[in-house]
């Protein structure tokens, strides 16, 4: 234990396990009294296949039904997600089987409570498998920013909580509103600026950060994000660095996170730190807050209020939620008021919605992005291109550039917004005498095969990209009287194509 700046530090509560044994069972802590409740995620990059990702869904309620564990949690292609509970050992032994069954969870920061009430367990396990660990609209490798390549830069609680202290940072809670309602953290005086985008759902938050007004904040600062556990964070500094690297008006001086996050923070810092009021769960608890610090003290840091009678109020009891259309967040009710809310449910309203907020409606091109951003870090650098915000053509300044462009197979376009009627010969016929197209990839939904009105096209050359790009800017392309949106594709030259599923055929599947 240390002191820094009147603050109490525990360093061993700051370090991640990835890589390190578990923390033993506390004496006393197995005496059958008490639970363990296991916060956890692990991103797998390239994604796991339709086969692998069935597996790992099996192996894990296997070895959780085994061990009588309980709790939530995705599988996805991406990875997996968790949030588990159950007796002390049982959970450490879970641990350590995922880690003998794939060395991948070695790297995993396995964040464990112990002393938890057996009232506060999970009842039961539900783990679903889903497409997108964190909701935010980047299923698929097409979509997601790559971690390896564009993730931000971990820092431990104790370096994150020194980086608040600069004056030229900002801190970005990405998690959603009425989960920063409750607690958030405080940079001190002449320190940070905390920005709060203000979000109902993660899905937002894609578009939140591609409005100027968002760039105009970051560029030129550090950038600190933070979320409850860690996750939430992986793909979110990931976009910023993407976006970054294919936007002149966005260089942030460095993107970091806090390993762990607000969860390894309160434990880093018993009495609290930087951190100003609760920490919002998704499990039985509800609520966490720094173990040494006075609940009467972190209540008044609160400055939430019950939604109907407007006291101030800090918890979230009774799953009431907003009421307004397009909404449905949870909000806060007080105990006085619980009647009511159940009377007069629709009298139930968000801050944001009380405010009439709402995220700019400013959605990123996010398969065009990340091929942009990766076609870039192949060796081009943002210098030697510019975009065309009108067109999303690319003009070259250098014949180097032009080259560079080449070798990343800059024939290809993305086709999207097709009708369902659309075949290879209509999409021919509507580029017309312009354009000829060599090959037709049309994109399925993964789970039945079917065509979602999605395709990639090769063309003959870079040149023929050039001329669609300029016809679809200028005058539009149609198929079967309906506006077809064209993007260009920008490919890493050890990417294989045509892909493995490809199949030559005039007409998209029709799927199971």
Known sequence: ?????????????????????????????????????????????PSWSKKEHKKALKKIIELGQKLSITGRGRVAPEGVNFTLSGMPKDVRTFCTA?????????????????????????????????????????????????LKKFAGTHL??????????????????VRNAYESAIGSFRPPEGGAELIDPKMRNSIEFPKWLNDPATQEKLNGKKVLMYCTGGIRCERATALLNQMSAVNPNLKPKGVYHMRGGIDRYVKTFPDGGFWKGKNYLFDRRMEQIP?????????????????????????????FKCSQSLCGVPVIVCTSCDDRALREPERLTCELCKEGYRVPDVEPDLVSLKRKAECLMEGLTYDEAETDRNT?????????????????????????????????????ESLGVIAKVKLVHWLTDRNSGAFYGSCLIQLESTDDQAEVLKKAAETGITIDKKKVKISPVWVRKEDQWPPMDYVNRQYPPVGL
């Open 98 to 146: 995922l880690r003998e069954w794939n060395p991948l969870f070695n790297e995993t920061d396995f964040k464990l409570t112990d002393w938890l009430p057996k009232d506060k367990l999970f009842k039961s396990l539900s783990i679903r498998k889903t497409e997108e660990l964190v909701a935010y609209g980047l299923a698929g490798d097409d979509k997601a920013p790559s």
């Open 1 to 45: 234990m240390t002191s820094r700046e009147d603050q109490t530090i525990l360093l061993e509560n700051s370090r991640s396990v990835a890589f390190r044994d578990l923390p033993p069972i506390p004496k006393g802590a197995d005496d059958g009294t008490f639970g363990t409740i296991l916060l956890m995620y692990q991103y797998v990059e």
């Open 291 to 319: 173990v040494t610090k006075n609940p009467t003290e972190v209540e008044e840091e609160v400055d939430s209020k019950c939604c109907l009678c407007r006291q101030k109020w800090a918890s979230y009891r009774g799953k």
């Open 156 to 173: 431990e609680a104790d370096e994150y909580h020194k980086a608040m202290t600069d004056k030229d940072t900002v801190i970005v809670d």
């Open 392 to 428: 999303s053509t690319i003009k070259w300044k250098t014949k180097e550039a032009k080259e560079a462009l080449r070798k990343c197979h800059s024939d290809r376009l993305f086709l999207s917004r097709l009708p369902l009627t659309a075949t290879k010969a209509k999409i021919e």
